[in-house]
């Protein structure tokens, strides 16, 4: 299915706000950056508030610049702020001990996400929980792989909502753009609920197109 310049436009935006909570970080993105940014989503992006911060960010990838892996310092999303803080997050040995109890415990289900983000060490943190928890525990490798975990299936759930709301709203363009916009995260964790979650990704593709 072609999208619309604006529709990938929109997309890409998204993936570069969200870079901080999508797993493989700038190396998993910036390669989509480079594929998907044509003349005419460039233009959707210049039209577009805030925009000209990743219109730069993908200038630099296109002529070797910057890494394919990184970004430059005074381009990042929200200025920075989402990695500025990271050095300064520390978890007592307290925390960590029943951060691991809980990880070692995880399964990627409502109940276990919901232990996890009833967690003091996890509430403190408000809506950066998932970025806040992830910093802290960069000194921990074999934690970091069941943080990860933990932030796909917050993700997940996170999609599997949104899916539904929409889908159970009457049809209209914005929501279909929206969709759009998404559909590969949807493709990624949609499936994580089996069959259900398969049959959600069948009627979401019949949304976009039946407009």
């Known amino acids: 299915m072609n999208q619309k310049p604006s529709t990938v436009a929109l997309r890409l935006m998204n993936l570069y706000r969200q870079q901080h909570v999508i797993l ?14 044509t003349d005419a989503v460039i233009t959707e992006l210049q039209n577009m508030p805030a925009a000209n911060f990743l219109i730069a960010h993908i200038a630099n990838l296109r002529s070797g610049k910057t890494p394919m892996d990184s970004i430059a310092p005074e381009l990042m999303p929200y200025g920075g702020m989402m990695t500025e803080t990271a050095p300064s997050i520390s978890l007592t040995e ?11 415990g995880f399964k990627t289900d409502a109940d276990s996400l919901a232990k996890i983000q009833s967690m003091n060490v996890v509430k403190r943190f408000g809506q950066e929980w998932q970025v806040a928890i992830r910093a802290a525990l960069a000194g921990h490798s074999d934690l970091s792989e069941k943080w990860a975990t933990v932030t796909r299936t917050a993700r997940a759930f996170e999609l599997w ?17 929206q969709i759009q916009a998404e559909l ?12 259900a979650g398969r049959e959600v990704l069948v009627k979401l593709r019949t949304y976009i197109s039946s407009i």
């Open 184 to 195: 590969p995260e949807y493709e990624t964790y949609l499936p994580m609920f089996g069959d």
């Open 24 to 37: 493989g970080g700038w190396a998993a993105v910036n390669p989509i950056f480079i594929a998907d940014a």
């Open 94 to 104: 307290s925390e960590i001990s029943e951060l691991r109890t809980a990880l070692d």
């Open 161 to 177: 909502k949104i899916a539904n709301d929409l889908l159970a709203a009457p049809i209209s363009e914005r929501a279909r753009a």
